[in-house]
């Protein structure tokens, strides 16, 4: 007992004697089902009361995730939840580029590479401030950010933009500034994805992972990334679907290449290596557990236990709730979770809501946010200025061909824009990016005209010619983000035979800008002027035309390799 008031009361919750007195008391008075409840954290489309209350009443579930939802919805969503539940809810989001990762009406603050772009640490606290701000102002208390993954593979799908870039230092600098602005103010950060990501170029939602570097290397980079994280005061981490080989080997001399596991059911890299070797004393919490990545090296009813086995606190999602429950159940009766590491990781499911104040403020009736107070603080005027502020020094001029920029409607009366980009569905734009540089452009005097490709095939295609004669600028504007449960994000060309490849760069000045991703010179090395934004948020897209008009200058400094290791790239 006394060796668990000792943790309690060390970083990172720093309980104080009452509220370890909460959480043993907690404890004691749960039964199995009810701390076995406690281990899973949800995810909630909908205010639906009667599928809320059911989840808080019944099935007691230690935590729920939401994702983007209008701000009343999303109060109404923890109103239920926080009133029904006996022992006060972890609420969590995606909150990694600002308080929009909750509610429609917060902040798009800018994406980690936006932020890191800017090369300011200052900026990644500010985003950490936005992100605890407003998450805070609609009830969530739990962030799954910052992602300190190292973007070390440009062919990643997922990593690109989600991160501060592929400097280890910069990231490290900037994970820590972002988790303490985050927890100032009162919303836990889980820093991820452990053991790391952005090395491999596959995804952990199609297949298992691998950060393969040696230990030595590991230890320098992300290792060095997660302690200094956790020495700040982390209070949660997020394990990956993804392997580290060469601690596994070391941890467990002798091991399999076969047996080699996942982080979040490998009991080497969580237990062995993020808790005792780094000294981790919070929440850890597995990655979506619906990822192929975690179900691909066994059956699903082993490795729903094997994470908790594992050293994993908590269980993110569920393809189906009652048949998960029923395999952690069973893993508990079949002792592949003792009875002492369910404790524990119930215990420190407990110790982060005692850290967040959740139930002295479910007592004082303040764990509901007011609804008014919310209006005040989601895209508040000061978030906003730092929005802006971040969008105009992180706009970065890549390549550049003399004489080309600023551009103007006497230099350059009538622009070709060429828009590459996907919108609509689940996960992508939902407007056209280039639709809206159209009317900007428009608004500042120039004549626009979309290109459509010319259905002819060879011997049929628009001529040379009508392009170079009629045009004084081409202009592309590519939006592809990337995103879970692709392979690759690469430009598709336009049929017939890439009909909107840039071609006419000797004849026609060309200026190509891409507003999502910062590799896009992979596919289009010799253009002559190329730039990033890293976001597409309408504030951002007002930056690069105040750059591109030469009214404001240009102050990004690539976080990444924008030229994929490829010398053409680099040539003008």
Known sequence: MKELQTRLQAKPFYLNEEQIRWVEATLSGMTMEEKIGQLFCLIGYTSNEGYLKNLAQNVKIGGLMCRQMPAAEVIDT?????????IPLLISANLESGGSGIAKEGTV?????????TDDDGMAYRLGVVCGREGAAVGANWAFSPIVDIDYNFRNPITNTRTFGSDPERVRRMGVQFVKGLQENGVAASIK??????????????VTTVNDMDCEA???TYGAVFRDCIEAGAMSVMIGHIMQPAYSRKLSPGIRDEDILPASLSYEITTKLLKEELG????????????AGMVIPMPRSQSVPRTIAAGCDMFLFTRNFEEDYGYMKQGVADGIITEERLNDAVTKILAMKAALHLPQKKAEGTIVPSPERAGEILGAEEHRQWADACADRSVTLVKEEAGVLPISPAKYRKVLLYGIETTGGFFEAKESAAGIIKAKLEKEGFTVDLFNPNRGMEGMMVPYSEVKDNYDLILYIVNLATKSNQTVVRIEWAFPMGANVPIYMSSVPTVFVSVENPYHLLDVPRVRTYINTYNSAEHTLDALIDKLTGRSGFHGKSPVDPFCGKWDARLS
């Open 218 to 220: 590991w230890d320098a």
């Open 280 to 291: 981790f004393n919070g929440l850890v919490i597995t990655d979506s557990t619906t990822m």
């Open 193 to 206: 994805h452990f053991p790391g990501d952005g090395l491999d170029e596959r995804d952990q939602h199609l």
């Open 78 to 86: 923890v109103r239920i939840l926080q009133e029904n539940a006996q």
């Open 109 to 117: 603050f800018g994406s980690p590479l936006q932020v890191a772009a």
